[in-house]
């Protein structure tokens, strides 16, 4: 039972085929960041400003903006909204800043997401035409630069898609639907 439960991963059978590599370009499972979601005033000077010690970084303020520190980053979800991610060694740190931040504020709340989003990892030449097989969102340089975030519909699933490098990427989607996510995407790769 045990050892059972050590193996268990939310992208299930497909999980067992990752990675995959197909010309350069592979898939595979990601290490699963700590993630809290947090709320909060952003016009609120004195709330930014706290956020903004209390992570060590500026909280983004537009559409697909991700700000960075040496211990988290944080994704704009929509207005006075953040995904924040940090490593499972900074997680219990990160959600004591957090807890810190918002108590001090009436309008403002955190709430630990890990286990809501399963990761992959996309990289190599084809990675953006992989991506593109199952969304007509456009993931082009100019509109999509390295370092951006955006939700986007892979299929009929609603994804978090990280830009990580020239050609790579992260995808967070429901641990629900990880095992779907992971089939989805390997298909693309085969055929891209």
Not at 22 to 43: D, K, Y
Not at 105 to 130: D, K, M, N, V
């Amino acid at each position: 039972m045990a050892e059972a439960a050590a193996n268990w991963s939310p992208f299930g059978d497909s999980g067992r085929d990752l990675p995959m590599t197909r010309a350069g370009t592979t898939v595979s499972i990601a290490e699963t960041p700590a993630t809290f979601v947090l709320q909060g005033n952003c016009s609120d000077g004195p709330f930014y400003k706290a956020g903004e010690k209390a992570l060590g970084l500026s909280l983004p303020k537009v559409v697909s903006e991700v700000s960075r520190s040496n211990t988290c980053r944080a994704f704009w979800l929509g207005p006075d909204m953040w995904l924040v991610l940090a490593s499972e060694a900074e997680a219990v740190e990160t959600s004591q800043r957090l807890s810190v931040l918002t108590a001090r504020f009436l309008h403002a709340s955190f709430i630990e997401t890990t286990e809501t989003r399963a990761w992959l990892r996309l990289e190599g030449p084809s990675a953006r035409q992989t991506l593109m097989k199952l969304t007509a969102r456009d993931f082009r340089d100019d509109a999509f630069p390295v370092g951006a975030c955006v939700g986007a519909l892979l299929g009929p699933l609603h994804v978090l898609v990280e830009r990580s490098g020239e050609d790579a990427y992260l995808i967070a989607g429901p641990t629900s639907s990880a095992e779907f996510l992971a089939t989805m995407m390997r298909d693309a790769l085969a055929y891209a």
